[in-house]
């Protein structure tokens, strides 16, 4: 349960084409309009750095990359009457990228220090079809490497995820599931696991793609949502 003085945060991790976006600004409408939620969505700013610079950052541009997404994360967090701050990546993206691309493990322990004090972490499944952006997307095989680094690096740090898979709607309705018990409030119709006590299930110890996609195939619905 989050302390009434101070926002929620959650933060959006996956690699690239995973549906961070989409899913962030479906959480800040539907935590706003239905639920009358002061939303906050902190976009991802590598890719607003990107689109300004024609290009992607250098090995040595990355670090003010990722100080500047924890800064803006962090003024949403301190704006007065906000309840929830969806952070549409976090800087672990970035250091995930200095890892990959430039084999550069330095922005790693600050970028860990920050994510765990996030109240929840939401990772995106693979589920989703790769599509080019016409901008700076490499490639599905690095979306994959993106993902298992994630997986790899939060579980040794020992910072708790779940993973949402599906469309849309589905993924919606995952995450207010997961930041409905992160508030002690229920977002979700019928979701009986705050009443009888469940404990919501999390995937910080299980790393097969498979199975979490049987997990959550079974709580999607037959009708729509």
Wanted: glycine share 6%; with cysteine.
């Amino acid at each position: 349960m989050i302390p009434r003085d101070r926002a929620a945060t959650v933060a959006l991790l996956g690699g690239e084409s995973s549906g961070k976006t989409t899913l962030a600004t479906g959480l800040q409408k539907q935590l706003q309009d239905l639920h009358g939620l002061r939303a906050v969505l902190v976009p991802e700013y590598l890719r607003t750095w990107c689109q300004a610079a024609g290009r992607a950052p250098r090995a040595h541009e990355q670090a003010a990359i990722a100080e500047e997404q924890t800064r803006l994360i962090r003024a949403a967090q301190a704006a007065p009457g906000v309840d929830v701050v969806i952070a549409d990546t976090t800087a672990l993206m970035v250091a995930a990228y200095s890892a990959l691309y430039f084999q550069d493990d330095n922005l790693l322990p600050p970028a860990l220090a920050e994510q765990a004090h996030h109240d929840l972490t939401l990772l995106m499944g693979l589920d989703l079809p790769w599509t080019p952006d016409g901008l700076f997307r490499d490639s599905p095989a690095i979306r994959e490497a993106t993902d298992t680094w994630l997986r790899h690096t939060l579980q040794t740090a020992g910072i708790r995820f779940q993973t949402v898979y599906g469309p849309p709607q589905a993924r919606e309705r995952q995450a207010l599931r997961a930041i409905g018990h992160t508030l002690d409030r229920p977002l979700v119709a019928r979701d009986t696991t705050l009443e009888t006590g469940l404990r919501p299930w999390s995937c910080d110890t299980c790393s097969d793609p498979d199975c979490e996609h049987r997990l959550f195939t079974a709580l999607l619905p037959t009708r729509p949502i």
